[in-house]
């Protein structure tokens, strides 16, 4: 929930006072005022689409990156690796770029790994009755008699 609707929340629907709302979030009464006169709503800041220049070297990267993974670890190439190799296609870009182009497939391999990879376990569930516990173990006893009332 934003920030500025729980402030219209509790001023408008919980009746809570502007000096209390203050206490609690430690903006002055006067903005919080200014919220609630003119309707505020969260501010929504766009970020504008601007292309990078490692657009155009997005697919090659994609595809070392996919080779690297079948690989040993000792084996996979580091991005500074990749830049370097990059660099010598033509890209122009900093080795931060590349970086943050590989943490981010990295992260999106990990969290695809973790969800629809696996599959999904459903335990199993059974009423009372329907299925029944065995155990299959044996016990042995060895047993001597021995008589001890000698007659």
Same mark, same amino acid.
């Given at each position: #929930?934003? +920030?500025?609707?729980?402030?219209?929340? &509790? @001023?408008?629907?919980?009746? #809570?006072?502007?000096?209390?709302?203050?206490? =609690?979030?430690?903006? /002055?009464?006067?903005?919080?005022?200014? *919220?609630?006169?003119?309707?505020?709503?969260?501010?929504?800041?766009?970020?504008? $689409?601007?292309? /990078?220049?490692?657009?155009? *070297?997005?697919?090659?990267?994609?595809? &070392?990156?996919?080779? $690297? !993974?079948?690989? /040993?670890?000792?084996?996979?190439?580091?991005?500074?690796? #990749?830049?370097?190799?990059?660099?010598?296609?033509?890209?122009?870009?900093?080795?931060?770029?590349?970086?943050?182009?590989?943490?981010?497939?990295?992260?999106?391999?990990? =969290?695809?790994?973790?969800?629809? $990879?696996?599959?999904?376990?459903?335990?199993?569930?059974? @009423?009372?009755?329907?299925? +029944? !516990?065995? $155990? &299959? /173990?044996?016990? &042995?006893?060895?047993?001597?008699?021995?008589?001890?009332?000698? @007659?």
């Amino acid at each position: #929930m934003g +920030f500025l609707k729980v402030i219209r929340t &509790w @001023a408008l629907r919980d009746k #809570m006072p502007i000096r209390e709302i203050a206490r =609690r979030t430690g903006i /002055s009464r006067n903005t919080i005022k200014k *919220y609630l006169r003119e309707g505020i709503v969260e501010p929504a800041f766009q970020v504008p $689409d601007r292309p /990078s220049k490692l657009d155009p *070297y997005a697919k090659q990267l994609t595809a &070392w990156l996919r080779t $690297d !993974q079948r690989k /040993s670890r000792k084996e996979r190439r580091t991005a500074k690796l #990749m830049h370097a190799d990059l660099v010598k296609l033509g890209y122009g870009g900093s080795y931060e770029r590349v970086a943050a182009f590989v943490r981010e497939w990295k992260g999106e391999r990990q =969290r695809a790994h973790h969800t629809t $990879d696996r599959g999904t376990f459903v335990p199993p569930v059974f @009423a009372p009755g329907e299925a +029944f !516990q065995f $155990d &299959w /173990s044996e016990d &042995w006893c060895h047993c001597s008699l021995i008589n001890q009332n000698p @007659a």
